[in-house]
């Protein structure tokens, strides 16, 4: 989960479900349980955010409800800010940096 303070009234989710987590029915079905979650969700986000959920692999086997689980606990981490925005440095350009700079 990445997310930087929203600018706008509402907060704004996006989904990210790679090819890595199967195949194109099991992609759809993570991407529908995970919009479904966020819409059941979506109250636990007190302040306007941006925020992008990126399903990994292991998302592949989850069911719909622990699904909902790991958004509620993430959208509760973002809320009580136990986590940092992200701002611009992705871990692959941080290792491309090092790479470059050893």
Do not use: C, Y
Request: no cysteine.
């Amino acid at each position: 989960m990445v997310f930087l303070p929203g600018v706008e009234g509402a907060s704004r989710v996006g989904l990210t479900v790679s090819r890595k987590v199967g195949g194109a029915v099991i992609r759809n079905r993570v991407k529908r349980w995970l919009r479904e979650a966020v819409r059941h969700e979506r109250h636990r986000l007190e302040q306007p955010v941006d925020l992008v959920i990126i399903a990994h692999p292991q998302a592949a086997e989850a069911d719909a409800e622990l699904l909902r689980r790991q958004v509620a606990r993430g959208f509760d981490r973002v809320a009580s800010g136990q986590v940092s925005a992200r701002r611009g440095s992705s871990r692959r350009s941080r290792t491309r940096a090092r790479k470059a700079n050893p």
